[in-house]
């Protein structure tokens, strides 16, 4: 391994993977923390998907050192924390801290912090953080229920989370080159270890700033800080030219979609695969309350049913149906009957022969994934932004694509698995 990366949200996780790969890195994402123990299979980068953005700092800080730890023990010669390129926190934290106690952990002498990522409209000059052409306090982060940004610039928003230096490098030294961006971060650290917000309005500023910082033990920012650090450890001679997602083999076998999105995508997506022909089992969630429904039966139905095209099962529904089901029987009990249900009907899809599964929705993937027990996934190519393919990390023969309920063109069933 020679990047470990800690991430702090799970789709924050997918999109920095994704970009390692495609600069051609071979990747695994954990599910969740991993420990010393933890076994990982051959890859040069290991992305650890925390959901730690929003919980109590010391909390975030531990899981973040376990993780830390894990990625060491397994050999990782640099650390990457990312974060949201919206920068999103507290004056409590949770960057700040995390990164107080990575730079200890890792003796580092000093860091970058840079969320900025061009190609999704998020640029950093003179430590102002943009989004789009509008500043970050001026954009709806300024409205976010969690973490309301009220301030664009991050010196002065990192600085109330740490004790240590928060300094600015700034777009000129970036546009200097690595030599004067290293050079910059020297001079902000003389008196003790020191965070820098560097600025980067394009892919090129964040290579640089990669090339800066190629042997040093940690960097920090969102997605777009990755862009340059395969290019470190090629030049380096320590990643071949043709590893990364290119060595993706997708299992032969059965497919299918399981649905929990009640999202607009993922309705145009059903209907969409409904149009091209696609067996569709509708899930209702009244029968299901009733236990005059279960993942048997639904399994009774899908077992003659699969050969050449997937099967599709869903409960996606209209939001006046969703609302209903949701007043008889509560929000949160409602989502978790379905995802239990949708979480058994994958076992029993896997054991039928199902190798190729894709799956709509943030929180049902995170069912689906639980209940057929992974714990890792080597990521393969994007099926769409965002969205890549994955396989289990564990030996067994199964290819995952995991959406979030918004995510993906209006053909993504069908465009996924015919990708495979
Ligand atoms: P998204 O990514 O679109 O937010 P999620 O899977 O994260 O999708 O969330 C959808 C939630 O809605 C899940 O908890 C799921 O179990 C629940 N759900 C799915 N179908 C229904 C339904 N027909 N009625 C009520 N809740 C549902």
Known sequence: ??????????????????????????????????????????????????????????????????????????????????????????????????????????????????????????????????????????????DHPLTPMNDSNLVHVLQPQTALHVGLVPFATVEG?????????????????????????????????????????????????????????????????????????APIGHSAILAGSCSAATRAQIADAQAKGIECFAIDPIALAENRLSASSILEWAAPRLGKKPVLVYSTAEPDIVRAIQERYGRDEAGAMVEHLLGDVAIGLVELGITRLVVAGGETSGAVVSALGISMLEIGPEIDPGVPWTLAADGRSLALALKSGNFGAVDFFMKSLEML
């Open 177 to 249: 080159g690595p030599d004067s961006v290293r050079e910059a971060f020297e001079i902000l650290s003389k008196n003790g270890p020191a965070i820098g917000v560097a600025d980067a309005v394009t892919n090129d500023h964040l290579r640089v700033l990669g090339k800066a910082f190629s042997g040093q033990k940690l960097l920090t920012g969102g997605s777009g800080i990755a862009i340059g650090l395969a290019d470190n450890f090629r030049r380096a001679g320590l990643l071949g030219k043709n590893s990364g997602a290119a060595t993706f083999v």
């Open 1 to 142: 391994m020679l990047l470990g990366v800690i991430a702090d949200d799970l789709t924050g996780a997918t999109d920095v993977a994704l970009m390692l790969a495609r600069e051609g890195m071979r990747v695994i994402q954990t599910v969740g923390v991993p420990t010393s123990s933890t076994h990982f299979p051959d890859a040069d980068a290991v992305v650890v998907a925390m959901k730690s953005r929003t919980n109590p700092p010391k909390e975030a800080v531990e899981w973040s050192l376990t993780a830390c730890d894990a990625l060491l023990d397994a050999g990782a010669q640099q650390i990457l924390f990312k974060y949201c390129s919206t920068f999103d926190s507290t004056n409590k934290g949770n960057i700040g801290p995390v990164i107080d106690a990575l730079m200890h952990r890792l003796g580092a002498p000093y860091t970058i912090a840079c969320p900025a990522f061009p190609a999704n409209g998020r640029s950093v000059f003179q430590g102002h953080l943009f989004v789009g052409a509008t500043l970050l306090s001026d954009s709806p982060m300024k």
